[in-house]
């Protein structure tokens, strides 16, 4: 069945810090993963994207690793800013491209200055 | 370059009365998505359009959620009648030929 996004509902962490976010998946059939930033009152923004050839991406201040034995996606904040206050969601993509997404529940990260 | 755009922002009803939400795709995006997101909870898909067809419909509450999108651009959604249980924040996204769905700030909808 669907069971994207097992993870902590919310994480705290001191500015500067870096912030580790994590995503299990159980559909061994899903090729393409996502995490998107969600703000207050605003729509999710894509932060960085992963097909299932690979195992690590980065971005700025952004790494995902994929670890399909376990199913599990995580989501690597460098240097968190206060402005990387929101919810993180993954979501999954079972067909690759433009198809259906399932979304988790997403984590709230909250950054102290 | 432009993002999706979504209105109105807020909608505040009373249950069995209709509410209609629009939304403009990125220019070039062929693909159209709605959501539903549901306070606490990640978005989920309520509709897939490619162009004008409908590609995913499965997860619309066809008995009172239609959605259209007669030119292939853009695209509206309505309820009729509206229940409690549909207040939600209404995404829409859109993506081109990268397969990226790029969102909406999304209409939050009260039914009271």
């Known amino acids: 069945g669907e069971n994207v996004g097992l993870h902590l509902p919310t994480l705290s962490v001191q500015e500067g810090d870096n912030s580790i976010i994590n995503c299990a998946y159980s559909?061994?059939?899903?090729?393409?993963f996502i995490w998107y930033k969600q703000e207050s009152g605003k729509g999710p923004q894509f932060i960085i994207d992963i097909r299932s050839n690979m195992d690590k991406r980065q971005g700025q201040r952004v790494t995902v690793l994929l670890n399909k034995t376990v199913k599990h996606l995580s989501l690597q904040i460098a240097a968190t800013q206060p402005g990387d206050s929101a919810v993180y969601f993954c979501?999954?993509?079972?067909?690759?491209?433009?198809?259906?997404?399932?979304f988790g529940k997403g984590t709230k990260l909250t950054v102290n200055p | 370059e432009a993002g999706v755009a979504q209105s109105p922002r807020y909608k505040i009803i009373e249950k069995r009365q209709s509410v209609a939400f629009w939304c403009n795709p990125i220019s070039g995006h062929a693909t159209l998505y709605w959501y539903q997101q549901i306070l606490g909870q990640g978005p989920k898909l309520l509709i897939q359009f490619q162009n004008n067809g409908v590609v995913d419909d499965s997860q619309l509450p066809k008995d009172r959620f239609s959605a259209e999108r007669l030119k292939g651009v853009d695209s509206t959604l309505k309820i009729q009648p509206a229940k409690l249980e549909d207040s939600a924040v209404y995404l829409c996204?859109?993506?081109?030929?990268?397969?990226?769905?790029?969102f909406g700030p999304g209409t939050r909808l009260t039914v009271l």
């Open positions: 996204a859109s993506s081109g030929v990268t397969g990226t769905q790029y």
């Open positions: 979501a999954e993509n079972i067909q690759g491209g433009s198809e259906k997404l399932v």
């Open positions: 559909n061994s059939a899903s090729d393409y």
